[in-house]
């Protein structure tokens, strides 16, 4: 499909801030070069540019028209603002209709992969668009891959496509265009038990009580006829306390000395 464009020549080139002033006015700076002529400045309409690639596509051929005179071109590359994503310039290459040129094609994918439907698989893109060699008449739009039979695990490359005549890919023919391949799981790493580890959610005070109590138990125990009593406990019955270990008896000496 040949569609007109119309361009305006860039005189004053290295004035200051021209090139700021055209984006804000919605007008696209461009160059268009290649052939036997010189390369030429231009600013063209950003609506008329983008109204014409919806019609043409991407590798739409194009007669530019200046007031130097006429060109068919096509686009070769539209540069973007990061952010906003406003076109900010163009490059128009020059074409002859009996020469071949290198292009890049866009891929469309057309149906829904069974691997992903009922497989719980995941669609991965690898090449969203491939480079051919045709006459620029012989260029398609566009390379429709069918993924409708497309099973989990399996693949489409170069080589599985469809190319009209006249047309060379120059893509390796085993390269990956889609697969279907099995989501990632996250792995959970168990944390390691420790003997004698208090689980989680256990009650610290019920820990706490039973050690009070086994201390009880214990001091329950120790308590016979006759024992010492405990550390600042009072004497009780006749006779008073008991000796304390090592302490001397009544009228005895105490333990470890030797007599004279």
Not at 41 to 59: H, I
Not at 66 to 71: F, K, L, N, S, V
Not at 110 to 128: D, N
């Amino acid at each position: 499909m040949e569609l007109t464009l119309n361009a305006t020549v860039r005189e004053n080139k290295g004035r200051k801030g021209e090139l700021s002033q055209f984006r804000k006015d919605h007008m696209i700076p461009g160059v268009v070069y290649g052939g036997k002529k010189e390369t030429l400045a231009v600013v063209v309409d950003e609506k008329e540019l983008t109204k014409l690639r919806k019609e043409g596509g991407a590798n739409a051929i194009i007669r530019l028209k200046t007031a130097a005179g006429e060109d068919t071109v096509i686009l070769k590359e539209l540069q973007r603002h990061v952010v906003t994503s406003q076109p900010i310039h163009a490059d128009f290459q020059r074409i002859s209709m009996t020469t071949k040129i290198e292009v890049k094609v866009p891929l469309h994918v057309l149906g829904e992969a069974p691997g992903v439907k009922t497989g719980g698989g995941i669609l991965q893109y690898i090449l969203r668009e491939f480079k051919v060699r045709a006459l620029p008449a012989e260029i398609p739009q566009a390379i429709d891959v069918d993924i409708s039979n497309l099973q989990l695990n399996e693949k489409i490359e170069v080589k599985d496509l469809k190319v009209p005549t006249g047309v060379e890919v120059l893509e390796l023919p085993e390269q990956i265009i889609v697969t279907v391949v099995q989501p990632t799981e996250e792995e959970v790493v168990a944390e390691p038990v420790v003997e004698g580890a208090v689980p989680e959610g256990t009650e610290p005070e019920v820990i706490a009580k039973g050690k009070k109590e086994e201390e009880g138990e214990e001091g329950a125990e120790g308590a016979k006829p006759g024992a010492a009593p405990a550390k600042g406990a009072a004497a009780s019955g006749k006779g008073g306390a008991a000796p304390a270990a090592g302490a001397p008896a009544k009228g005895g000496k105490p333990e470890g000395k030797k007599e004279k």
